[in-house]
């Protein structure tokens, strides 16, 4: 019971250091599949890097507002790297640097969808 107890304290504090309590959107994209369906493993782990490099330098990480995550599939599998952006419930095609840069600028920061990358729009209630 006592490490449970330690265990959530823990997980408390990793919480407030990756900036959930202060987060406005989160990002998963897919990455290094153990499956590679929506495009070869290594063109998501470029653009992984890319997204995580990026908010880092902007100032989106941590407390800065913006969650990201890699998954391993988005269940889409097709035209990725794909991406999803909450809590406007976004998803994204052929998410690249130069795409997401522009998700980047103009959703995670502006708040605004970038529409012609969109393969739907599905916020949850
Ligand atoms: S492998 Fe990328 S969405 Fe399924």
């Known amino acids: 019971m006592e ?3 330690a265990d959530l304290a823990a997980a408390r504090l990793q919480a407030e250091s990756v900036g959930i309590r202060s987060a406005r959107r989160h990002i998963f994209l897919c990455c290094d599949q153990t499956k590679p369906k929506c495009c070869d493993r290594e063109r998501s782990v470029v653009a ?4 995580k490099r990026r908010l880092g330098e902007l100032g989106l990480s941590d407390a800065g507002g913006v969650l990201r995550t890699r998954a391993d599939c988005l269940r889409v599998c097709e035209a990725g790297p794909v991406a999803v952006v909450y809590p406007e419930g976004a998803w994204y095609a052929r998410c690249d640097p130069p795409v997401l840069e522009r998700i980047i600028q103009q959703h995670l920061i502006g708040g605004r969808p970038v529409d012609d990358a969109l393969i739907t729009v599905r916020p949850l209630s």
Request: proline content about 0%; charged content about 15%; hydrophobic content about 30%.
């Open 48 to 51: 992984w890097e890319y997204l």
């Open 3 to 5: 490490s449970q107890t």
